[in-house]
């Protein structure tokens, strides 16, 4: 039961009076954990593909420092961006990470969220010194006299609860989420290829080149109240625009309804777009526009893993990898008739409508978890008392 009340009961304390700082060094035993701006602590040791980048370990063990359940952790390099939170269990993080214990006058759960809250990020990122915000840090002598306002333990512990028990609402509803993505990413394998076909059809399909289906535009001009759209504003993995970010009459590559703009660098992240209105882009967006295909189905075919995998082969460039247009263009499909890839589409329209529904509920959560912090984490909102 929520009720609102005015703050009362709670406590200032500086984070000093809570924590001590744990120096134990760690040791080969023990699995190494990381801290992340989305996901906290980690629950054990990520590989290379989980980070998404290469890490070189230290071989003295005896460097890092050992965190135990209910710690906070942080990364002084980017605490100010929120990468901090509580271990759930035992391992050891990186020298450029402060431990913290925590003592009988706080609840480790309920820290996890309110070092997460907005207020508590801005105040980190004021603590944090360095002549840039890349060189930021967050050292413990400026970690420690943070003030901080908390309830009584028996209302951390409800609130954690409550705020645990939203997280495994959103955590359900991202593994629906994620099954409908891979029953569709198989379908699309399968239907993409012939290798499954749709009641009704039975004829031959065509072996085409892409340049035989589409052409790349490179006309440029400024068009008044257009669009614009760059790499930095297109969606990774999830077609669209970001439109809280874009911008118009900017000089660029113009795309017209029907288009596909193909973000071009590091092909494998899918920023991909069928457009609906004119507009321009930047050079870092390939314009392709289809001839000869249905707009749609050559969207499908050039989202797909084994066109991405394609392109990544013949990319130029280790750090930025960027599609090669001539390869791009040498790359063969196998192209169904009109009609076929017309039924295709449809049938996969089915999977995006189940897809934009999952995510919009996803997305409700969120949004719901938001305001219980908000309300919760700050007394605007107690819970009551039993």
Known sequence: MIIKEHLTGWTPYQLSDIYTERREPGNDMLPMLTVSIHDGVSDGELDDDELGK?????????QYRVAKPGDLVFNMMRAWQGA????????????????????????PLFMDYYMKTPRMVGIINRQSYGVTDFRKRLYWDSFAPINVMLPPIAEQKKIAVILTTQDKVIELKERRLAEKQRQKKYLMQQLLTGKKRLDGFTDLWLTKKMQD????????????????????NMLSENAGIDWSTVSYDRDGIVFQPEDILYGN???????????????TCSADVLVFRPQGITPSFL???????????????????????RGDKHHIMNTTILLPSIAEQTAIINFLSLYDNELALLQKDLDQEKQKKKALM????TGKVRVKND
């Open 265 to 279: 660098i590091r092909p494998y992240l899918k920023k991909t777009w069928k457009a609906d209105c004119v507009g």
């Open 374 to 377: 908000q309300l919760l984490l």
């Open 213 to 232: 289906v589409m052409s790349i535009v490179s006309q440029r001009e400024t068009i008044p109240n257009a669009l614009y759209v760059s790499t930095e």
């Open 299 to 321: 969207y499908q075919v050039i989202m797909s893993d084994s066109f991405t995998d394609t392109v990544m082969h013949g990319a130029k460039g280790s750090k930025m990898p």
């Open 84 to 107: 901090i939170g509580v271990a759930r269990s035992e391992g050891m993080v990186s020298p450029a990470y402060i431990v913290a214990k925590p003592n009988d006058k706080v609840y």
């Open 54 to 62: 290469k890490v070189r370990r230290i071989a003295d063990k005896t």
